[in-house]
Nanobody
Framework: QVQLVESGGGLVQPGGSLRLSCAASGRIFSINTMGWYRQAPGKERELVAT???????NLADSVKGRFFISGDNAKNTVYLQMNSLKPEDTAVYYC?????????????WGQGTQVTISS
C-alpha cells in the first residue's frame, strides 16, 4: 500500500505565505508525477500544480507567479510554496501522485489539508 501524508496547511492573512508538503511512503517502485489539487466550498476540485519525474512542472494560470512546486526524489516528497496568498486561494488542498508499485501505476490521494486566507 501507498500513503500520501500532507502537512503545512493553516490560517494566514492575505499576502502571506504557506508551504505545503506531501510525503509518499509504502510500496513505491517509481513516481511518475506528484501534484496538488484544491477544492473550495461549493466548487469542483481543480488542478493547482503538477511536477513530473524529470522535473518539469505545470501550474494553473490562477497561481502562476505566486505558487511554486518542487520535489525531493530521495524523500518521495513534493512541496507547494504558496506566496502572495489571496482569499480565493482558500480551499482544501489535496496531494496526489501517480506511483508504480512494480506491477502497475495507480493514482493516490492524500487526506487533504485546509488552507484559509483571511484577515
Amino acid at each position: 500500500q501507498v500513503q500520501l501524508v500532507e502537512s503545512g496547511g493553516g490560517l494566514v492573512q492575505p499576502g502571506g505565505s504557506l508551504r505545503l508538503s506531501c510525503a509518499a511512503s509504502g510500496r513505491i517502485f517509481s513516481i511518475n508525477t506528484m501534484g496538488w489539487y484544491r477544492q473550495a466550498p461549493g466548487k469542483e476540485r481543480e488542478l493547482v500544480a503538477t511536477i513530473y519525474s524529470g522535473g518539469r512542472a505545470n501550474l494553473a494560470d490562477s497561481v502562476k507567479g505566486r505558487f511554486f512546486i518542487s520535489g525531493d526524489n530521495a524523500k518521495n516528497t513534493v512541496y507547494l510554496q504558496m506566496n502572495s496568498l489571496k482569499p480565493e486561494d482558500t480551499a482544501v488542498y489535496y496531494c496526489n501522485a501517480d506511483i508504480n508499485d512494480g506491477r502497475a501505476t495507480f493514482r493516490y490521494w492524500g487526506q487533504g489539508t485546509q488552507v484559509t486566507i483571511s484577515s
